[in-house]
């Protein structure tokens, strides 16, 4: 129980300890209004400076998260095979897939997968 303590003291304390050091030696900028608008040659600026975000790119790339770490976890399952009963196995993996592929509809029905608009 002593070691559990111990370790668990260390985990908390290690990170925090390295924490405060990388706060007190990193360098402190104070950001005015001056320094943190864009510079074009001493005039006021054009146009706003903040490039336009794809909100549709955005989309697709959190769904692609979203299933790249499914595919992540499917991995596993093929190993697992060996190992335990076929019966639950085929069905856990089946439940697994299918709430897969309910997602994957649910985006498609929502519109989510449409990048021509």
């Known amino acids: ?3 559990l303590m111990t370790s668990i003291s260390i985990s908390f304390i290690l990170p925090m300890l390295v924490m405060m050091i990388a706060t007190i030696l990193s360098k402190k900028s104070i950001n005015d209004r001056e320094k943190s608008s864009p ?3 001493g005039f006021d600026p054009k146009s706003s400076a903040r490039m336009p975000f794809s909100l549709q790119f955005f989309l ?4 692609f998260l979203i299933f790249d770490v499914e595919i992540a976890l499917i991995l596993p399952i093929v190993i697992i095979l060996k190992s335990s009963n076929i019966m639950m196995w085929t069905t856990s993996t089946m439940i697994f897939i299918l709430i897969l592929l309910m997602g994957l509809y649910y ?3 929502q519109g989510a997968l449409k990048w021509a608009e």
């Open 1 to 3: 129980m002593m070691i």
């Open 39 to 41: 510079f074009e040659c």
């Open 60 to 63: 697709i790339a959190v769904i």
């Open 107 to 109: 985006e498609w029905n």
